[in-house]
Structure formats: structure tokens, C-alpha cells
Antibody, heavy 123, light 108 residues
Framework: QVQLEESGPGLVKPSETLSLTCTVS??????????WTWIRQPPGKGLEWIGY???????SYNPSLKSRVTMSVDTSKNLVSLRLSSVTAADTAIYYC???????????????WGRGTLVSVSS | EVVLTQSPGTLSLSPGETATLSCRAS???????LAWYQQKPGQAPRLVIY???YRANGFPDRFGGSGSETDFTLTISRLEPEDFAVYYC?????????FGQGTRVEIK
């Protein structure tokens, strides 16, 4: 069955760039049936949508993070990437990758989530 | 931005009772794009309900969703021990997609 696994550094220094990947196992990021989305959750707090990327490379980002976020798809490695620049302590969170099933091009349901990876921002 | 306000913040109930969780939107949300998630400690959120009232795989018919426009409800009947968790509503019809702050369903 398809699985998503987030990976990347668990510790990032303030002002640096957070880089994470989401590897898709037993499935293809090249499928036009999905958006690949990132969501984060500060420890003990609620969920925040960061944005999504489509296999074609088109993206949509949360305006609150848009100036610092870049998402991309690497079809050769079958993974999705997230970069968040100029991080501060407020970016400390569990970062989740999730798959959004599309229905005629519109988001229908978030049918698969990774287990998440904790990223701490500290010097 | 569509703000989703969930109430109550915490629901203290006994197994066998019924949980009624509310999600109120700051503006109208298409019922197609309203979902509920269950999250247990140390785990990723898990889809419970999508498109307001459709149950996701693995959830019994004790879980039901309803609502329209700005008022949505998740009802969990005959609470089982495994149902105690935090539940989030989410809208993904208007960008940015947003989540409610969560309702904790705890054992009384």
C-alpha cells in the first residue's frame, strides 16, 4: 500500500532554511489524481496548512507563509520537497506530508498522511 | 481566510455516551469541502469524515457528520474507548485551507 514518509534535519538554526522531503512508496507522484500537501503542527497546538504542489509543478501556498515557502516535485526520485526560509522559533513544529485525492481537478479528500517529522528551530 | 471555531474545547464523557462536536465557519463553506479528523497522541491526524457527511474507511457508522453553510457537526454515538482523542474540522474549499482549533474528547 502507498506510504508517505517525511524526512529531514530535526534541528535548524534561526534564519536558515528548513528542507524536508516526503518520499512516496508504492505509488507515484506523477499521478494527476493528487495534490501533495504539507501541514504543520506546533507541539501541543493545532494544524496549519502550508500549501500544496501538483505533479506538474503548480503550487498553492498559505499567504501567511508564501514569501518563505517553496514546494516541488521530483518525479525521478518520487518525492515531494518543502523548503521554508528564514526560520524562527515559531516554525518549530511537526511537519506532515499528506495526499489529497482530486475529483475532476478539485480537492476531494485527504486520504493519506505521513507520520510527520519534528523540526526544531534553535541555535 | 475562513476561520473555523470548534466547540466545546473539551468534552468529558463516559464510554457509551454520545459526543456532539460543533464547527462554525466565519463564512459559508461548501459541504463538499468540509472534513473532520481524529488525532491521538503521537499520531498523525486521520480522516474521519469528508464532504460533511461521508465516513472514511475504517470508521464505523457510530460516526456521523452533518451541516451546511456555516454550521457543521460531528456526532459520535456510543463512545468506545478508542474514540477518545482530539478532533479537528477543516475546510478546503477556499484558500487558504484552514483547520479549527480542535475539540478534545476525554474520558470522564
Amino acid at each position: 500500500q502507498v506510504q508517505l514518509e517525511e524526512s529531514g534535519p530535526g534541528l535548524v538554526k534561526p534564519s536558515e532554511t528548513l528542507s524536508l522531503t516526503c518520499t512516496v512508496s508504492d505509488g507515484s507522484v506523477r499521478s494527476g489524481s493528487y495534490y501533495w500537501t504539507w501541514i504543520r503542527q506546533p507541539p501541543g497546538k493545532g494544524l496549519e496548512w502550508i500549501g500544496y504542489v501538483y505533479y506538474s509543478g503548480s503550487t498553492s501556498y498559505n499567504p501567511s507563509l508564501k514569501s518563505r515557502v517553496t514546494m516541488s516535485v521530483d518525479t525521478s526520485k518520487n518525492l515531494v520537497s518543502l523548503r521554508l526560509s528564514s526560520v524562527t522559533a515559531a516554525d518549530t513544529a511537526i511537519y506532515y506530508c499528506a495526499r489529497v485525492l482530486l475529483d475532476y481537478g478539485d480537492p476531494w479528500l485527504f486520504d493519506l498522511w505521513g507520520r510527520g517529522t519534528l523540526v526544531s528551530v534553535s541555535s | 481566510e475562513v476561520v473555523l471555531t470548534q466547540s466545546p474545547g473539551t468534552l468529558s464523557l463516559s464510554p457509551g455516551e454520545t459526543a456532539t462536536l460543533s464547527c462554525r465557519a466565519s463564512q459559508s463553506v461548501s459541504s463538499t469541502y468540509l472534513a473532520w479528523y481524529q488525532q491521538k497522541p503521537g499520531q498523525a491526524p486521520r480522516l474521519v469524515i469528508y464532504s460533511t457527511s461521508y465516513r472514511a474507511n475504517g470508521f464505523p457508522d457510530r460516526f456521523g457528520g452533518s451541516g451546511s453553510e456555516t454550521d457543521f457537526t460531528l456526532t459520535i454515538s456510543r463512545l468506545e474507548p478508542e474514540d477518545f482523542a482530539v478532533y479537528y474540522c477543516q475546510q478546503y474549499g477556499t484558500s487558504p485551507w484552514t483547520f479549527g482549533q480542535g475539540t478534545r474528547v476525554e474520558i470522564k
